[in-house]
Nanobody, 116 residues
Framework: QVQLVESGGGLVQAGGSLRLSCAASRSSFTINDMGWYRQAPGKQRELVAV???????NYADSAKGRFTNSRDNVRNTVYLQMNSLKLEDTAVYYCNAVEATFRVFWGQGTQVTVSS
């Protein structure tokens, strides 16, 4: 079992920045992919970014050029640096981890609200 604890959400004005963190309860060396998803009210959960154990990152088109996903395998933590935030980035952001056994784990979510 892997527990994921997100932090760093909050209220920010459009154009501002936030950095989300997600700490895994045990070594992330046993975890293949770690990533971020988000869910806005009335919408389906969608991928934001995912990073492999080797550091390869895939971004959703909406995140490219504005968000940076990084991973610290020593601290068992993944980060999402979000810059140039837009109103449409408002959502609950969820951390996700996929083990080598392909089991999937989710964090509890952290709210990001972008105001005008």
């Amino acid at each position: 079992q892997v527990q994921l604890v997100e932090s760093g959400g909050g209220l920010v004005q459009a154009g501002g920045s936030l950095r989300l963190s997600c700490a895994a309860s045990r070594s992330s060396f046993t975890i293949n992919d770690m990533g971020w998803y988000r869910q806005a009210p009335g919408k389906q959960r969608e991928l934001v970014a995912v990073i492999s154990r080797s550091g390869r990152v895939n971004y959703a088109d909406s995140a490219k050029g504005r968000f940076t996903n990084s991973r610290d395998n020593v601290r068992n933590t993944v980060y999402l640096q979000m810059n140039s935030l837009k109103l449409e980035d408002t959502a609950v952001y969820y951390c996700n981890a996929v083990e080598a056994t392909f089991r999937v784990f989710w964090g509890q979510g952290t709210q990001v609200t972008v105001s005008s």
